[in-house]
């Protein structure tokens, strides 16, 4: 069975513009969850989608949004980036909601903003 | 405010010696513990886990304790191998909240 995947593995970004970060999760799996990831800061919860809907967000601005799709399959925005947005972005799939299901994660995306 | 600290950014065992990793929460409604481990340009992976009902469970070479009163989990690896080398994530989570400590990294010198 095919992992979690993610793309694109890396971006380099200036600060004022926007991303789309996609993630594909595993097969069956329901629940997609975003994490950022910064040295010092651990992974921090973004948002997670289960079937279509969010169903919990992190405490990010509102630049940070994002999707799932009905095939499961979820996408991240960040607008107007800022230096500090540099991180590297996970993306977690589970059967069911995070937190009591074994979540698993893609290899991330490395964004850098210049 | 962190409500899930690892407080030893990292730590360093002997092969074939115990190590623990530590864990401790704020918020008492936590009621599902796990543990994740990251190698570099890898996304975590799931260890073990646990629930607030025990106290204990155990993996091969992995057990994870629970205080709950001391609002504690530890992490054991015995006994400690080189390729256990990595970063170790504890998460809680209750309801819709679900948040991961900062991270330990273990190094595990032959």
């Known amino acids: 069975k095919a992992g979690v995947t993610q793309t694109p593995r890396y971006l380099i970004k200036t600060r004022g513009q926007q991303v789309t970060l996609s993630c594909s999760p595993i097969?069956?799996?329901?629940?997609v969850s975003w994490y950022q990831q910064t040295p010092g800061q651990g992974l921090q919860f973004l948002f997670e989608?289960?079937?279509?809907?969010?169903?919990n967000k992190g405490n990010f601005p509102g630049r940070f949004s994002g999707r799932q799709f009905s095939n499961s399959r979820s996408e991240m925005n960040v607008s107007t980036l800022e230096l500090g947005d540099s991180a590297l972005y996970l993306c977690?799939?589970?059967?069911?909601?995070?937190?009591?299901?074994?979540?698993?994660f893609g290899p991330g995306t490395r964004l850098t903003v210049l | 405010d962190q409500q899930v600290k690892q407080n030893s950014p990292s730590l360093s065992v002997q092969e074939g010696r115990i190590s623990i990793l530590n864990c401790d929460y704020t918020?008492?409604?936590?009621?599902?513990f796990l543990w994740y481990k990251k190698y570099p340009a890898e996304g975590p992976t799931f260890l073990i886990s646990i629930s607030s009902i025990k106290d204990k469970n155990e993996d091969g070479r992995f057990t994870v304790f629970l205080n709950k009163s001391a609002k504690h989990l530890s992490l054991h690896i015995v006994p400690s191998q080189p390729g256990d080398s990595a970063v170790y994530f504890c998460?809680?989570?209750?309801?819709?909240?679900?948040?991961f400590g900062p991270g330990t990294r273990l190094s595990v010198l032959p």
């Open positions: 989608y289960f079937s279509e809907t969010q169903r």
């Open positions: 998460a809680a989570s209750y309801g819709q909240n679900f948040v």
């Open positions: 097969s069956g799996h329901r629940s």
């Open positions: 977690a799939s589970s059967l069911g909601i995070a937190g009591v299901n074994e979540q698993f």
């Open positions: 918020n008492s409604m936590f009621d599902y």
